[in-house]
């Protein structure tokens, strides 16, 4: 995939799954929250606009200090402006923190095998089964609180087994793309095919409204979650990798 469409896509997911706080750093998007949330906790060097590189990553992390925060970067493979970035990085000590593919999908999925209830802004509901399927309460309530700032109208989808929350997941209508995230199945329900059926349901919704153009995310080590998207025709467009300098 050429640059340019990385960088659509990437500004897609900023749309779509947005940080509380975005700001500006020598052409670099510099995102933060409660830092729990990698991708709303990390810089994003995409275009580079300054002239003295490592004094730009100073004041990055001086940032991300000031806030209480580890400094972290995004880094698009083949994609950091400039190139040499990860070698620069990683001479002050960054570590790799998460590795994440994205994949992208054109087009309509078949029908869902489950009754999905759809709403087109959060739910009650939908933050319950966020939160008790949380890593951690603060991951949970930093992910609540992007719920809350997620495009409207979207499309927020649950399933329920005899009366409990049993599944759900978001596709974000974000701009002329949309994106799948926040997949999410109670560990007593999982191998039922329900995540299958509210990534249908979520997508098709998305179709109805007009978008074609889907993009997710998701970490390299969950084989899981990678086989039921590329069952479904999801491809692998391009990977990130997460850096982070601790303390």
């Known amino acids: 995939?050429?640059?340019?469409?990385?960088?659509?896509?990437?500004?897609?997911?900023?749309?779509?799954?947005?940080?509380?706080?975005?700001n500006r750093l020598d052409g670099w998007q510099v995102f933060s929250g409660l830092g729990f949330v990698g991708r709303t906790?990390?810089?994003?060097?995409?275009?580079?606009?300054?002239?003295?590189?490592?004094a730009s990553i100073?004041?990055?992390?001086?940032?991300?200090?000031?806030?209480?925060?580890?400094?972290?970067?995004?880094?698009?493979?083949?994609?950091?402006?400039?190139l040499d970035l990860p070698e620069r990085l990683a001479r002050r000590g960054y570590v790799a923190v998460s590795q994440v593919a994205v994949m992208t999908f054109e087009g309509q999925l078949g029908?869902?095998?489950?009754?999905?209830?759809?709403?087109p802004h959060v739910t009650q509901d939908f933050i319950q089964i966020v939160s008790e399927t949380s890593h951690s309460g603060g991951d949970g309530q930093e992910r609540i609180d992007i719920l809350g700032r997620i495009p409207c109208p979207s499309a927020f989808?649950?399933?329920?087994?005899?009366?409990?929350?049993?599944?759900?997941?978001?596709?974000?209508?974000?701009?002329?793309?949309?994106?799948?995230?926040?997949?999410?199945t109670h560990a007593s329900c999982r191998n039922q095919g329900l995540a299958r059926s509210v990534l249908r349901a979520i997508m098709g919704r998305a179709?109805?409204?007009?978008?074609?153009?889907?993009w997710?995310?998701?970490?390299?080590?969950?084989?899981?979650?990678?086989?039921?998207y590329e069952s479904e025709g999801f491809v692998a467009a391009y990977q990130y990798q997460t850096v982070r300098r601790e303390p």
């Open 207 to 214: 179709f109805q409204s007009g978008y074609r153009q889907f």
């Open 41 to 54: 906790n990390s810089c994003w060097p995409l275009t580079y606009a300054g002239s003295d590189v490592d």
């Open 157 to 184: 989808g649950i399933i329920r087994q005899n009366g409990a929350l049993a599944a759900a997941g978001l596709c974000t209508f974000a701009g002329d793309s949309a994106g799948i995230a926040a997949m999410r």
């Open 216 to 228: 997710l995310q998701v970490e390299t080590n969950n084989a899981p979650a990678r086989h039921l």
């Open 111 to 119: 029908a869902p095998k489950h009754e999905v209830d759809i709403s």
């Open 1 to 22: 995939m050429d640059l340019s469409a990385i960088h659509r896509i990437e500004q897609a997911t900023a749309r779509g799954w947005p940080a509380v706080r975005e």
């Open 58 to 82: 100073e004041a990055v992390e001086a940032h991300y200090r000031a806030l209480g925060l580890a400094p972290q970067f995004k880094l698009v493979t083949g994609g950091a402006d400039p």
